[in-house]
């Protein structure tokens, strides 16, 4: 633990809940405060040992479990938790010090939260992305708090010359019942300091009944004043003495490259002060910038100024011919043919040739670009070898390695301080907008800004892969499934790191095809090829959602053939409670776990649907021109079932009066969290599904910003979203939330819609679909 000596550093708080960034800087201050003691972390701290087996370990740098780097504790009692990833809504940055001051038995409302910049070595990784920080922190957060804990009773009991065994730590003291005798955690701050921190082996942890904060009532995130309060602070929001602001006319094809350009016009715009080329790596190059032409300006809107007068001739490349009709269709016509098996269940070439009846549904989802409410934005400031940047990154560590690379200097050397995320989806997990800036900070000598536009964000992003899905059923002769075959193309996110890749990665292949948890004896998934001409990216649920909608609509679309009820359809699919042997394929992905402590378990997806059947009144009766849809989905390790209401005027008006989601996500931290990112990406979902759409012509993305790339506004909205959070079962270790609640929603929605006007949708968006 580190004791902070200065306690105006903490008092000047303007709530109990304050934010700040720690740095290298800040600690090297602290050590220097007179008649103070500051415990420094070592280089290398010890990793995590798990009672549970995840994936965390091979992540890059795995995890950190020291109290001495994650917490401080000032001698007035204030506790300091680190938050090592990025806050972009899931509220990360509570959750983790909420189980470190739980296990610690800290008073929350005397505890702050710092957050940590880019460095894995002393925090462990940082990636900000699939859904993983609790699932890989609770248990390691749980033995940071533990330990500190351990330590304050073992100061304790030396200062009252008693055994450890007779103190307890009890919200923010540790008593010595037999005596009366009570001291305060600051009071011990300095002696706890001394002591060793304890072997992980022998920590005593908490009793889950005994738990005050974790999975109980409402805990608001620590940011939400601030935020609501407009003090927040984003990317945009940093400014630096002698900044200068950019923005940068990049290739408007992928793969393109300058050719020439004229500044003349554009230097005559009051407050431009420089025109400059930026340089690009060849596509692919993981997320290295396109390059193009830099405006700088003494202010972002004198750059774009400055840009829009920019003359320039641009080399297409090999992409500039991309075109999403002609490619639709190369797609549709991959997936009518044989593709690389991938999953080989039973022999189901045979068994849909006995079939008694076959049903083909061939789905089409598009392009989607993120389109975060912050735009990439962030600052660099370049000195001799030395590089710090402020930016709303994912993966701070990862930020920090590329940007040392790219510049050629040691990573020790490059400082990333991670700002609030409006919005990231995976977006930010790039850092292609970092690196730009770090590029024009060391040309010209000076900090710089780099701002994108909505129009640079949407044309220049990575994008979430176009897809044909399509899915082949066999039945027989009493309405039984007896083969399935799913063909999955699309351009796969591998593309980005490494020319001609052509299949799906496995990491792609694990969600929603290859982990297919039906009960069926003759099952085959195939991928065809697919060539990217755009760069791919993740996005929020990546491959899951054009599997899940392929899948949950072929479900309903067996029921109506079938004249059955979509939910004991759905139920009969997946089958008896079991784990799911995919003994078939070849190193299945999942997630990143081990498949002992995450197996397909069917018993889990069953009662996710059992019991959003239940709460969400599945067959209750309706007003004419509405319906219910269902769907299910395993995604991030998590279980997750929606049913969504819709009403469809006579004019082909679409609403969503209600929609009801069960999730089982193990052991869980904050409800409150669970339940805002369900609503989320409720609308999200929607939003997707009436419009999301990019599409290329001549190389060129189509869309520009919210009008011809729109979201939902409030009054689209679904008018009430109830979620239910299923109780985990003994030891269940925790598992995503994040990203889960996306992939069941449009096929929901969209079999909802097909119960309320028996219009069967397969190609997204919804647009003009449903009109008279």
């Known amino acids: 633990m580190n004791i902070l000596t200065n306690p105006k550093k903490l008092r000047g708080f303007e709530r109990h809940f304050k934010v700040e960034n720690v740095s290298r800087r800040s600690i090297l201050k602290g050590l220097g405060i007179a008649g103070g003691f500051v415990l420094a972390a070592p280089v290398m701290s010890r990793t995590a040992f798990a009672a549970y087996e995840t994936g965390a370990s091979k992540m890059p740098h795995g995890t950190v479990v020291d109290p001495r780097v994650f917490v401080s504790i000032a001698p007035d009692g204030i506790v300091t938790i680190v938050g090592h990833r990025a806050e972009m809504g899931t509220g990360v940055r509570t959750s ?45 957060m749980r033995q940071i708090g533990a330990s500190a804990r351990t330590m304050l009773e073992a100061a304790a009991a030396k200062r009252w010359g008693v055994p450890a065994a007779e103190v307890k730590a009890s919200n923010h003291e540790v008593v010595h019942s037999a005596s009366g005798r009570k001291l305060g955690f600051g009071d011990l701050a300095t002696d706890a300091a001394k002591e060793p921190v304890p072997g992980i082996e022998g920590l005593k942890l908490k009793d889950a009944k005994d738990f005050r904060y974790l999975g109980k009532g409402q805990i608001g995130i620590v940011d939400l004043h601030d935020i609501t309060t407009g003090k927040a602070h984003y990317g945009a929001d940093t400014r630096l003495p002698g900044m200068k602001y950019a923005v940068i006319a990049r290739p408007p094809v992928t793969g393109g490259k300058l050719k020439s350009f004229d500044a003349t016009e554009a230097m005559k715009v009051s407050g431009v002060e420089k025109v400059m080329e930026v340089k690009g790596w060849p596509w692919p190059s993981k997320f290295q910038p396109l390059g193009g032409v830099a405006v700088i300006a003494r202010n972002t809107g004198a ?116 700002t609030l995320l409006g ?5 930010k997990s790039k850092c292609d907008f970092a690196i730009e800036a770090a590029l024009l900070s060391k040309e010209l000598g000076t900090p710089v800004k780099v701002q994108w536009t909505r129009e640079d964000d949407v044309h220049h992003g990575f994008l979430h892969t176009v897809s044909v899905e399509r899915i082949e059923a066999g039945l027989d002769k009493n309405g039984r499934v007896i083969a399935w075959r799913h063909r999955s193309v699309a351009p796969t996110i591998a593309s980005t790191f490494a020319a001609g890749a052509n299949h799906a990665a496995a990491f792609e292949l694990g969600m929603g095809l290859i982990d297919n948890p039906f009960e069926i004896a003759n099952l085959q998934c195939e991928n065809p090829e697919a060539a990217a001409h755009t760069r791919i990216g993740w996005f929020r649920s990546v491959s899951n959602i054009p599997r899940a909608f392929a899948v949950q609509s072929m479900v309903a679309e067996i029921a109506a053939a079938t004249k ?118 409720a609308i999200m979902g929607l939003s997707l599904a009436k419009y999301g759409e990019i599409t290329f012509k001549d190389g060129r993305v189509q869309q520009s910003n919210y009008d011809d790339f729109p979201v939902i506004r409030m009054d689209e909205s679904p008018l009430v979203t109830n979620v239910y959070i299923a109780p985990p079962g003994p030891d269940t270790p925790p598992s995503g939330v994040g990203e889960p609640g996306v992939p069941p929603f449009a096929p929901a929605l969209i079999n909802a819609i097909f119960a309320a006007t028996g219009k069967r949708i397969r190609n997204l968006p919804i647009g003009k679909q449903l009109e008279a």
């Open 564 to 681: 059955r009820d979509p939910k004991e359809m759905l139920l009969e699919l997946i089958g008896s409670p079991r784990i799911v042997n995919l003994s078939s394929v070849k190193d299945p992905w999942n997630y990143g776990e081990p498949y002992d402590s995450y197996p397909i378990d069917t018993g889990r997806l069953r009662k996710v649907v059992e019991l959003v059947a239940d709460k969400g009144g599945w067959g209750r009766s309706l007003p004419k021109g509405h319906g219910l849809g269902i769907a299910a989905h395993r995604s991030f390790v998590s279980y997750i079932a929606t049913i969504v209401e819709v009403a469809v005027d006579d004019k082909g008006k679409l609403t969503v009066p209600r929609v009801d989601t069960a999730i089982d996500c193990g052991t869980y931290v904050n409800p409150e969290r669970i339940e805002s990112q369900i609503e989320g990406a």
């Open 96 to 140: 983790l010090p909420l189980i470190v001051a739980e296990e610690m038995e800290a008073d929350w409302s005397r505890v702050r939260v710092q957050q940590a910049p880019g460095d894995e070595v002393k925090y462990g990784n940082q990636d900000t992305d699939g859904s993983r920080s609790t699932r890989h922190y609770l248990l390691p």
């Open 303 to 418: 750059a774009i100024k400055g840009r829009d007068a920019l003359k320039i001739v641009w080399d297409d490349g090999a992409n500039g011919k991309y075109d999403s009709v002609s490619y639709r269709a190369s797609l549709e016509e991959a997936a009518r043919k044989p593709g690389l098996v991938v999953r080989k269940d039973g022999d189901a070439d045979a068994a849909l040739k006995s079939a008694d009846k076959i049903i083909t549904g061939e789905y089409y989802l598009p392009h989607l670009a993120h389109v975060s409410m912050e735009p990439p934005v962030a600052v660099a400031d370049v000195k001799g070898d030395k590089c710090e940047i402020w930016a709303p990154v994912q993966s701070a560590g990862g930020t920090r390695e590329d940007v040392a690379k790219t510049l050629g200097i040691p990573e020790a050397n490059v400082t990333v301080n991670v």
């Open 423 to 427: 919005g990231g989806f995976g977006r």
